[in-house]
């Protein structure tokens, strides 16, 4: 009987510490995340993924982590298959374009951008983004005038860039 009562107590204490719900795995990563435990929160997205993968959230919040190990490929990756379920997830979209801005693949990071902005026309930091991609890519004009909206939109660090890049 106290055999069988301490197999229970066993079974039921495993089931609490490793069967964890979607919804766990995903705050777990998010708590990790917060924590700058980047290795962590991408084993958390990912368990959850496995049982979701119409997640949308995780894949994203799983390629900020990868983006935050410099893992930029990975959090293409990530952030593309958030695009794939809403084609309309304008931080993915955005955050795709950084990443690939961080790999220096300029013209992918500018159609990201141009993405972002056709769903939200006031998004600063895509303004001067793809103004830093087109100068980089010898696209003056164009990135001065992005520069220029983004000083419309309020940051004022895109007056710097136009005194750095378009006088």
Do not use: W
């Given at each position: 009987?106290?055999?069988?009562?301490?197999?229970?107590?066993?079974?039921?204490?495993?089931?609490?510490?490793?069967?964890?719900?979607?919804?766990?795995?995903?705050?777990?990563?998010?708590?990790?995340?917060?924590?700058?435990?980047?290795?962590?929160?991408?084993?958390?997205?990912?368990?959850?993924?496995?049982?979701?993968?119409?997640?949308?959230e995780s894949y994203?919040?799983?390629?900020?982590?990868?983006?935050?190990?410099?893992?930029?490929?990975?959090?293409?990756?990530?952030?593309?298959?958030?695009?794939?379920?809403?084609?309309?997830?304008?931080?993915?979209?955005?955050?795709?374009?950084?990443?690939?801005?961080?790999?220096?693949?300029?013209?992918?990071?500018?159609?990201?951008?141009?993405?972002?902005?056709k769903i939200n026309?006031?998004?600063?930091?895509?303004?001067?983004?793809?103004?830093?991609?087109?100068?980089?890519?010898?696209?003056?004009?164009?990135?001065?005038?992005?520069?220029?909206?983004?000083?419309?939109?309020?940051?004022?660090?895109?007056?710097?860039?136009?005194?750095?890049?378009?006088?």
């Amino acid at each position: 009987m106290k055999i069988t009562f301490l197999a229970i107590l066993t079974f039921i204490a495993f089931i609490n510490c490793y069967c964890q719900t979607v919804e766990e795995y995903f705050n777990s990563g998010s708590a990790k995340s917060d924590l700058q435990d980047y290795y962590g929160a991408i084993s958390d997205f990912s368990k959850e993924i496995e049982h979701n993968q119409k997640d949308k959230e995780s894949y994203y919040n799983r390629g900020n982590a990868k983006y935050n190990l410099a893992n930029y490929s990975g959090a293409i990756s990530d952030f593309t298959n958030a695009i794939s379920i809403d084609p309309n997830y304008e931080m993915a979209i955005y955050n795709r374009g950084v990443s690939k801005d961080k790999l220096k693949d300029y013209k992918g990071a500018i159609i990201d951008y141009s993405m972002a902005i056709k769903i939200n026309p006031k998004k600063i930091e895509a303004y001067f983004n793809r103004g830093l991609a087109e100068i980089y890519l010898g696209q003056k004009e164009s990135g001065c005038i992005d520069f220029s909206k983004a000083g419309e939109l309020g940051d004022v660090n895109a007056y710097e860039m136009i005194k750095k890049y378009c006088n």
